[in-house]
């Protein structure tokens, strides 16, 4: 007997588990500053710490896009559960630095899970522009999670909080998707050929494949990297590190749960484009001005990097349907596989920009904030290469529809 597909609690389920890995991404950020105190890490150190986040993410994207077909997506979330778990609790009872590198690994792998199997199922579930709009939905969470993610975190270390009982607060959602997911029977692939991987790889190859591919490491970069060290940056500027982490990613949340009319009138590449003008102005601000023009220049990066990742994720389903799980997986994949190369590097400018400016005499808050703004500067370059690169897909794809929308979802 065929069970009936509970969408509504299958899309709920996906949420919760973006959730959880929103909370691991605002809560470890909050955390990054007592993490170098408790265990004598420097920039660089907790910058590796951070690419463990994002490296475990693509490695289980990639996996989970090959052999989604074959396990199915229910088997990929149990996995999710696995790691995650294990990841917050080794990360809690960590004793120093290998450990943490080791715990972060494992959360990152859930993370990447959670991507792999729920966006090409939620793509199974949904069609034409309800896709675009459940697409956008579902990955509000990420920035909607971060909101509160980075309130309970500021609270909890102002209320004077140890770090370990802020990385607890992960398993509520955690156990809340697992218990969701429990017994529900799942979609099976809307698009004919799609669970051939050959076909997968082939569709791959296409010019529009490969362009996305590259753009897709800079805006992920663009979205990231000011992202996860706000905290470290902004807390000597005179404006609360989390709030403005949470400000950048509730705009974030609301822009996405209304995506779909934004998206309908700019089309897939008038959205990129735009977004990444408006990063490369806010990520210019933020290197520039202090005190509450802070607010100001999150709220600007926060437009530009709103719709980036389910916009680009969405123009490889609608784009190149071909390319199938394995494609939305790999889109993912490079996208978090940058962003952990680049983490370290952002812990180097951060160190060589605190010697630079220590050797010009500048000490304390303003010797944090010169290095801060400095490693910022840098950081523009990221949106001002996607500023071009955009230009040219708008001018390429211009009055080409997105392929086969009606027919593959």
Not at 66 to 85: D, W
Not at 120 to 149: C, E, Q
Not at 153 to 169: E, I, L, N, P, R
């Amino acid at each position: 007997m065929t069970q009936t597909i509970n969408r509504g609690a299958l899309f709920n389920a996906s949420c919760l588990a973006l959730i959880t890995t929103a909370f691991s991404f605002s809560i470890r950020a909050g955390i990054l500053p007592q993490l170098g105190d408790s265990f004598g890490l420097s920039a660089e150190q907790l910058g590796f710490i951070n690419s463990m986040w994002f490296f475990g993410f693509p490695i289980s994207m990639i996996l989970g896009g090959l052999f989604y077909h074959k396990v199915g997506p229910a088997n990929i979330m149990r996995i999710a559960f696995i790691t995650h778990t294990l990841g917050i609790l080794m990360t809690i009872f960590a004793g120093g630095y290998t450990t943490l590198l080791i715990s972060t690994l494992f959360i990152g792998f859930g993370n990447g899970c959670t991507e792999a199997a729920c966006n090409p199922m939620i793509a199974d579930m949904y069609s034409g522009t309800t896709l675009n709009k459940m697409l956008n939905r579902f990955h509000m969470w990420f920035p909607g999670g971060i909101v509160i993610g980075s309130l309970v975190s500021k609270f909890m270390t102002d209320g004077g909080m140890t770090w370990q009982a802020q990385v607890w607060v992960m398993m509520i959602p955690t156990i809340a998707y697992a218990v969701l997911f429990f017994g529900k029977a799942f979609p099976k692939p809307s698009v004919e050929g799609v669970t051939s991987v050959g076909s997968n790889i082939k569709a791959m190859f296409s010019p529009v494949f490969i362009f996305l591919f590259f753009c897709m490491a800079l805006t992920a970069i663009s979205e990231f990297g000011p992202q996860q060290w706000v905290g470290l940056i902004m807390s000597s500027s005179g404006a609360s590190p989390m709030l403005i982490l949470a400000l950048t990613t509730g705009v974030m949340a609301i822009g996405r749960f209304f995506a779909g009319p934004v998206v309908k009138a700019l089309g897939q590449t008038g959205v990129l484009l735009g977004g990444s003008i408006f990063a490369a102005i806010g990520i210019f601000l933020f290197s520039t001005v202090t005190g509450p023009m802070a607010y100001v220049a999150a709220l600007i990066f926060a437009i530009g990097v709103c719709y980036f990742w389910p916009v680009m994720v969405g123009s490889v389903a609608q784009r190149v349907p071909l390319s199938g799980a394995l494609g939305m997986s790999i889109i993912g994949g490079i996208g978090m596989f940058s962003t952990a190369i680049f983490q370290p590097i952002i812990g180097g400018w951060i160190d060589s920009a605190r010697a630079s400016q220590s050797a010009a005499g500048l000490s304390g808050d303003a010797l944090e904030l010169a290095a801060g703004q400095e490693t910022l500067m840098k950081m523009v370059t990221f949106p001002g290469i996607l500023i071009v690169l955009f230009i040219i897909f708008f001018i390429w794809q211009k009055g080409s529809k997105p392929a086969a929308t009606a027919a593959a979802h």
